[in-house]
T-cell receptor, first 110, second 113 residues
Framework: KNQVEQSPQSLIILEGKNCTLQ??????????LRWYKQDTGRGPVSLTI?????NTKSNGRYTATLDADTKQSSLHITASQLSDSASYIC?????????FGAGTRLTVKP | NAGVTQTPKFQVLKTGQSMTLQCAQD?????MYWYRQDPGMGLRLIYY???????DKGEVPNGYNVSRLNKREFSLRLESAAPSQTSVYFC????????????FGDGTRLSIL
């Protein structure tokens, strides 16, 4: 069983709407939790990195939250744009290892 | 500002053929990584190099070899390609292994027939 589970697998929203992507993990303790954006045909690009002591981190319209007690993280996207269409990957770092989620595929439609 | 450059972008091989995937970074990073990405699965680490001259196995190293040629370059070699190695391969680099963002290349799409 993957130690990093993301939901939903895919999501379709209308341009301008907000959305929230979920990441549940079982690994503990961990060094940091990251969110990456991966455009089709490209490599992942880092959005946020949070240590276990942080509970929120923003990058423009992207806000990541972390609840270490429930082992959940979420990525909130505000006022979505067509360019937000991509896969979003949650990564949990344990010591020197990184455990990748399978990603959520977001499609933003006009 | 190239970042991480991977070559080739696409490749088709026959079972049993060998090839080397090339990766170079221009950010003076110490750590470099090779991942594979398969549909419905998270990226999986094949090999990594924490610094020039060192390499270590990751989660799925079987069937692969690596060379950290210098600080900039980290190559991945398939000695005898198998259909199970059909995947998208990503190279990444970071300043250190822990608590630093990784910078990824745009991948090599490899098909083995």
């Amino acid at each position: 069983k993957n130690q990093v589970e993301q939901s939903p697998q895919s999501l379709i929203i209308l341009e301008g709407k907000n959305c929230t992507l979920q990441c549940n993990y079982t690994v503990s303790p961990f060094s940091n939790l990251r969110w990456y954006k991966q455009d089709t045909g490209r490599g992942p690009v880092s959005l946020t990195i949070m240590t276990f002591s942080e509970n929120t981190k923003s990058n423009g319209r992207y806000t990541a939250t972390l609840d270490a007690d429930t082992k959940q993280s979420s990525l909130h996207i505000t006022a979505s744009q067509l360019s937000d269409s991509a896969s979003y990957i949650c990564v949990v770092s344990v010591d020197n290892d990184m455990r990748f989620g399978a990603g959520t595929r977001l499609t933003v439609k006009p | 500002n190239a970042g991480v450059t991977q070559t080739p972008k696409f490749q088709v091989l026959k079972t049993g053929q060998s090839m080397t995937l090339q990766c170079a970074q221009d950010m003076n990073h110490n750590s470099m990584y090779w991942y594979r990405q398969d549909p419905g699965m998270g990226l999986r680490l094949i090999y990594y190099s924490a610094s020039e001259g060192t390499t270590d196995k990751g989660e799925v190293p079987n069937g692969y070899n690596v060379s950290r040629l210098n600080k900039r370059e980290f190559s991945l070699r398939l000695e005898s390609a198998a259909p199970s190695q059909t995947s998208v391969y990503f190279c990444a680099s970071s300043e250190k292994r822990v608590n630093q963002p990784q910078h990824f290349g745009d991948g090599t799409r490899l098909s083995i027939l």
